[in-house]
């Protein structure tokens, strides 16, 4: 991999991290001038009086989805019957796919409503990820350890996937980048990795980024999700915390987080870091948590590198090895309201919840993963 050229340079650093950790924490500095390499939009010549329309957010050009010519004055339709798929992972507490288990034992709820489920089955299928990574002056400043654990885990991720998996890789600040689109040559993405070298701007907008990527890949067939690598906080979107949170729900799209600067924040807390700022990285981290378990994902808040690998086999299983469900829904008014699902695992003798042992029978934790619900369809669109 081409980020070995990383630990020779923190082998000849040294110590020089563990000097720069709480200044690294602490900076609170506003937007820094854009440099050669930063990965935020250039800046347009003065001449230039065009003027760019951001509510305007074009789809990732991607072979996966091709738009279709369809005359303007031509109204389109949806057939009466809706489908419902919901792919759902079944984890102990050591956060491993536990195989095997039948039908009969997955209820599913919709909006407290039991459903008939018509389609079942565990499924291993190639996935479609979209790295979306911080990359800001505030905590990936040049040869910090931000800078450091950042692309150590963007690189890392990118190892583990398969030659069948398909990944995009988006870096943000200020502004949400593009690096690479969706393709299997992990190439093109090792190659959009090694443009995140200097930061441009201070600021984090993580709201305005998931929303973004989540909505663009909302008509991607297939399994996917979002990683997003980074600390959480998020200091200028335009989208409050409640809104980006509606938005991934309604988007469909599983979102995965690895939280970075756990240590740097022990550290610093020695140092004495003021109140207000652990508090930041508390409320971080809970809208992390939400975002992962509303829509089907994990968070992850791993102290050291040595933790990473384990962390990328974890996302990994839960999201290769999942149980396949498909059903009608009983409510069949097309009202565009938001309809919440819930899977259970149950024993069908008695509806209580199922007790699943292990090889020497004693009782296992499990945790059952699915997205919170999703977006009835408009009568007419």
């Given at each position: 991999?081409?980020?070995?050229?990383l630990?020779?340079?923190?082998?000849?650093?040294?110590?020089?991290?563990?000097a720069?950790?709480?200044?690294?924490?602490?900076?609170?500095?506003?937007?820094?001038?854009?440099?050669?390499?930063?990965?935020?939009?250039?800046?347009k010549?003065?001449?230039?009086?065009?003027?760019?329309?951001?509510?305007?957010?074009p789809s990732?050009?991607?072979?996966f989805?091709?738009?279709?010519?369809?005359?303007?004055?031509?109204?389109?339709?949806r057939?009466?019957a809706?489908?419902?798929?919901?792919?759902?992972?079944?984890?102990?507490?050591?956060?491993h796919?536990?195989?095997r288990?039948?039908?009969?034992?997955?209820?599913v709820?919709?909006?407290?409503?039991?459903?008939?489920v018509?389609q079942?089955?565990?499924?291993?299928?190639?996935?479609?990820?979209?790295?979306?990574i911080?990359?800001?002056?505030?905590?990936?400043?040049?040869?910090?350890?931000g800078w450091?654990?950042?692309?150590q885990?963007s690189?890392?991720?990118?190892?583990?996937?398969?030659?069948d998996d398909n990944?995009?890789?988006?870096?943000?600040?200020?502004?949400t980048?593009?690096?690479?689109d969706?393709?299997?040559?992990?190439?093109?993405?090792?190659?959009a990795?090694?443009?995140?070298?200097?930061?441009?701007?201070?600021?984090?907008?993580v709201?305005?980024?998931?929303?973004?990527?989540?909505?663009?890949?909302?008509?991607?067939?297939?399994?996917?999700?979002?990683?997003?690598?980074g600390?959480?906080?998020?200091?200028?979107?335009?989208?409050?915390?409640d809104?980006?949170?509606r938005?991934?729900?309604?988007?469909?799209?599983?979102?995965y987080?690895?939280?970075?600067?756990?240590?740097?924040r022990?550290?610093?807390?020695?140092?004495?870091?003021?109140p207000i700022?652990?508090?930041?990285?508390?409320?971080a981290?809970?809208?992390?948590k939400?975002?992962?378990?509303e829509?089907?994902?994990?968070?992850?808040?791993p102290?050291?590198?040595?933790?990473?690998?384990?962390?990328?086999?974890?996302?990994?299983?839960?999201?290769?090895?999942?149980?396949?469900?498909a059903?009608?829904?009983?409510?069949?008014?097309?009202?565009?309201?938001f309809?919440?699902?819930k899977?259970?695992?149950?024993?069908?003798?008695?509806?209580?919840?199922?007790?699943?042992t292990?090889?020497k029978?004693?009782?296992?934790?499990y945790?059952?993963?699915?997205r919170a619900?999703?977006?009835?369809?408009?009568?007419?669109?």
């Amino acid at each position: 991999m081409k980020y070995r050229f990383l630990l020779a340079g923190v082998a000849a650093a040294g110590l020089g991290f563990a000097a720069l950790l709480p200044l690294d924490l602490l900076a609170q500095e506003g937007p820094q001038p854009q440099s050669g390499d930063s990965v935020a939009k250039p800046k347009k010549p003065a001449s230039d009086t065009t003027t760019t329309d951001t509510t305007d957010r074009p789809s990732i050009p991607s072979e996966f989805k091709k738009p279709k010519e369809i005359p303007a004055d031509t109204p389109t339709f949806r057939e009466n019957a809706t489908t419902v798929t919901v792919n759902v992972s079944v984890l102990d507490d050591h956060n491993h796919f536990i195989p095997r288990i039948p039908t009969g034992n997955f209820r599913v709820l919709e909006d407290g409503v039991p459903q008939q489920v018509s389609q079942f089955g565990p499924s291993e299928a190639p996935m479609t990820i979209c790295m979306v990574i911080e990359f800001s002056g505030r905590f990936q400043a040049y040869w910090t350890h931000g800078w450091y654990e950042t692309l150590q885990a963007s690189y890392g991720f990118l190892s583990t996937l398969k030659p069948d998996d398909n990944v995009a890789v988006v870096a943000f600040d200020l502004h949400t980048t593009i690096l690479s689109d969706f393709s299997p040559d992990k190439n093109k993405a090792e190659e959009a990795l090694e443009r995140l070298r200097i930061p441009g701007f201070s600021e984090s907008n993580v709201f305005d980024a998931l929303t973004d990527m989540a909505d663009r890949m909302s008509n991607i067939e297939g399994r996917k999700a979002i990683l997003y690598i980074g600390s959480g906080i998020d200091t200028f979107s335009k989208l409050t915390f409640d809104k980006a949170r509606r938005s991934l729900q309604e988007s469909g799209v599983p979102i995965y987080t690895i939280s970075t600067l756990q240590v740097s924040r022990i550290m610093a807390e020695s140092y004495g870091m003021s109140p207000i700022a652990e508090m930041d990285f508390l409320q971080a981290d809970n809208e992390m948590k939400t975002f992962s378990k509303e829509t089907g994902g994990l968070s992850f808040f791993p102290r050291f590198i040595a933790e990473y690998p384990s962390v990328f086999n974890q996302i990994e299983t839960a999201l290769r090895d999942q149980y396949t469900l498909a059903y009608h829904p009983t409510n069949t008014a097309r009202d565009g309201k938001f309809r919440h699902i819930k899977v259970e695992l149950v024993n069908p003798a008695d509806n209580e919840p199922l007790r699943i042992t292990n090889e020497k029978g004693k009782a296992v934790k499990y945790q059952v993963i699915a997205r919170a619900g999703y977006k009835a369809p408009h009568e007419v669109e």
